[in-house]
């Protein structure tokens, strides 16, 4: 049974940093691209930064250059590292896998809020 189970959320203060893990099990993780969507309350779900198995990343305009995302293959974890954070950032993150052959799976979320 695939899982995707995501920990590190929580409240920061603007201007803060963290970082997000996602850890999986059931799916051959070194063959899956793995994301990070958030979805802020009333707002669609959106990319935010994704890794591919050979390691090509990709970032949503809004976040480049304060999001790194790395993967450890030998853990099954993929991570986001978030620095600069502002109010706007505050929504629930997903962590997401893709396969080759549309297989997609979907962590529970956890809750990231920016605030003083």
């Known amino acids: 049974q695939p899982q995707l189970v995501e920990s590190g959320g929580g409240l920061v203060q603007p201007g803060g940093s963290l970082t997000l893990s996602c850890a999986a099990s059931g799916i051959i993780f070194s063959i899956y691209t793995m994301g990070w969507y958030r979805q802020a309350p009333g707002k669609q779900r959106e990319l935010v930064a994704s890794i591919t198995s050979s390691d090509s990343t990709n970032f949503a305009d809004s976040v480049t250059g304060r999001v790194t995302i790395t993967r450890d293959n030998a853990k099954n974890t993929v991570k986001l590292s978030m620095n600069s954070l502002t109010p706007e950032n505050t929504a629930v993150y997903y962590c997401?896998?893709?396969?080759?052959?549309?297989?997609?799976?979907w962590g529970q979320g956890t809750q990231v809020t920016v605030s003083s």
């Open positions: 997401n896998a893709r396969g080759a052959f549309g297989a997609v799976f």
